[in-house]
């Protein structure tokens, strides 16, 4: 029994000293999705067709066992915007996305040149699993390009301070949208 602790105590020391090890970030280019943004390790990559029929594209790259960062878009069809103010469908995505969730922060962002506007906000929300409940926060920018929408995610398990680590304001700062 001993043995299969000190085993069990071995992995997970290894296993939260690789969530403190320097991770490297890299350029990483999506032509499809015509975006830019610094991430970790491999990216991962697929898409699904919600029920109403609209495509979502999903960009997934793990930095930590704690700490994970995502992109993902889809494109709207034109009647979805008509008569509608783009920062409107914002909240709706958002009220949608993180009903059961508590809201920490929230606030207008624009990048640098003021070509993009959205919101950016954090969440704490719950992971369940069996009969346990694990923290998750999660930092998001969210907005419009024409008729795309762009969801650039940070999501940690435990600890909200990561959501402000270099790492994640790297990956942040680092997205851009190409025409």
Known sequence: M?????????????????????????????VEGRFEAN??????TR??????????????????ILERMQVH??????????????????????????????MLSEKEFATADGKIKG????VETVFETK???????IRERIFFVGNRLYVVRCRVVVNKNLLESKEANQFFDS???SN
């Open 73 to 102: 878009y889809c494109d709207f069809p034109d009647r979805v915007f008509q008569g509608r103010d783009p920062k409107m469908l914002l909240k709706v995505y958002q009220d949608s996305e993180y009903k059961a969730g508590k």
């Open 131 to 137: 009969g346990s409940k694990v923290p998750v926060f």
């Open 175 to 177: 997205f851009t949208v």
């Open 47 to 64: 898409s699904e067709k919600t029920p109403s029929g609209i495509e979502i594209h999903y960009f997934d790259s793990q930095l930590s």
């Open 119 to 122: 919101l950016e906000y954090k």
């Open 2 to 30: 001993f043995r299969i602790q000190a085993g069990v105590a071995v992995v997970l020391l290894a296993l939260a000293g690789s969530a403190w090890a320097e991770p490297k970030l890299a350029k990483f280019t999506s």
């Open 39 to 44: 991430l970790p390790g491999k990216v991962s």
